[in-house]
C-alpha cells in the first residue's frame, strides 16, 4: 500500500489573492479615496456655484452684508444687461477665432519645429534649439514694448490679429514636441524611408499618428492660455469690436463700482465653454494629463 504524498504546495506567485468578504463589499461600495476627494471637489466646486448664483441676484442682493450664498428671488437681470448694455456675443466669437487659429497653428507649427530638431541634422541645430528655449526665460512685460512698437509698423494693433498672432507658436510648444519626437523609437521611420516614404511622408504618416498624447497636451494648454489672455489684448487692442471676452469683462470692474451682476453672468458665459469642453473630452483630458506627468 503506498503513501499517498501531501499535495504540493502552490508558489507564493501562483496563490490567488483573498477576496474582499461581502460584508466589507457590502460597507464599502466605492474605493476609500472617495471618502477624502469627494470633500475636496465639492470645495473646489463651490466657487463656481456662488458664481452662477451670483449671477441671479439682484443688485440689492449681492450688495448686502453678510454675503447671501442663496439669492433671495431669482433674476435674469445680470444677462439681460448683459446682452444688452455690452456686445458679448461679440467678444465671445473674437475669443473662439482667436483661440482656434492658436491651437492649429500650435498643432502645426510647433509639430513641424519639434521635429525638425528632433530628428534633422543641419549645422547649428542644438545652438538654434537653446536658443528657442533661453526665450522662456524672458518675462512677458519686458517683451511688450518691443512688441507693441513691431505691431504698430506692421499695422495690425487694435485689430483681432493682434490678439492671436503671439499665440501661433510658442518655445515651450517646440520644447515639448521635441523631447516627445525624441522618445519615439526610429525604427518604423527608417522603415518608411527605405520603402520610399519621403521625410514629410513619415513625419505626416507614421510620427503624428504616434504624437496624439502630446499634441492633445499642446492643444489643451493652448486652448486655457489663449482663452485666459487678458494682458496682452489690454495693451494691443482698443476697440471695443474686437474685444477678446476676458477683456471685455475687464471692463465692467473698476476703482469707484464694479458692475457685480454683469462681471458675473459674464463671468459665466465665459467658463461655460470651457466647461462643456472638459466635460467632452474627459477622458482625453485625463489621459493627458497622464502623459504630461509621467514626461515630467
Keep these: 500500500m503506498t503513501a499517498q504524498l501531501p499535495p504540493p504546495s502552490l508558489s507564493p506567485r501562483l496563490t490567488a489573492a483573498p477576496l474582499p468578504s461581502p460584508r466589507r463589499r457590502r460597507m464599502l461600495p466605492f474605493s476609500g479615496w472617495h471618502l477624502l476627494l469627494a470633500p475636496v471637489a465639492l470645495l473646489f466646486a463651490l466657487p463656481l456655484v456662488q458664481m452662477v448664483m451670483t449671477s441671479f441676484m439682484p443688485d440689492t442682493g449681492i450688495n448686502t452684508f453678510p454675503p447671501r450664498f442663496l439669492p433671495s428671488r431669482l433674476t435674469l437681470a445680470g444677462y439681460q444687461g448683459l446682452l444688452g448694455d455690452s456686445q458679448i456675443l461679440r467678444w465671445l466669437l473674437n475669443t473662439v477665432i482667436v483661440t482656434t487659429v492658436a491651437v492649429i497653428s500650435h498643432l502645426v507649427l510647433c509639430s513641424l519645429a519639434g521635429y525638425g530638431f528632433a530628428r534633422l541634422r543641419f549645422p547649428g541645430r542644438s545652438v538654434g534649439f537653446f536658443a528657442v528655449l533661453g526665450t522662456i526665460m524672458i518675462p512677458t512685460q519686458l517683451l511688450m514694448i ?44 527608417e522603415a518608411a524611408r527605405l520603402d520610399g516614404c519621403t521625410q514629410l511622408g513619415v513625419f505626416w504618416r507614421i510620427v503624428l499618428p504616434l504624437a496624439k498624447p502630446a499634441l492633445t497636451t499642446l492643444a489643451i494648454f493652448t486652448l486655457l492660455g489663449a ?35 454683469l462681471l458675473m453672468a459674464g463671468n459665466v458665459v465665459a467658463t ?22 509621467l514626461k515630467g
Design 272 to 293: 461655460m465653454p470651457l466647461i462643456l469642453f472638459f466635460l467632452a473630452a474627459q477622458k482625453q483630458f485625463v489621459a493627458t494629463m497622464t502623459f504630461s506627468g
Design 146 to 189: 518691443p512688441t507693441y512698437v513691431m505691431f504698430t509698423r506692421l499695422g495690425v494693433v487694435n485689430t483681432l490679429a493682434a490678439a492671436f498672432i503671439p499665440w501661433l507658436a510658442s518655445a515651450f510648444g517646440i520644447f515639448l514636441m521635441r523631447q516627445f519626437f525624441l522618445s519615439l523609437p526610429k525604427d518604423l521611420e
Design 227 to 261: 482663452w485666459n489672455d487678458l494682458i496682452w489684448p489690454l495693451v494691443a487692442i482698443q476697440d471695443e469690436k474686437s474685444y477678446t471676452i476676458q477683456l471685455g469683462l475687464a471692463g465692467f470692474q473698476g476703482t469707484r463700482r464694479t458692475q457685480w451682476s
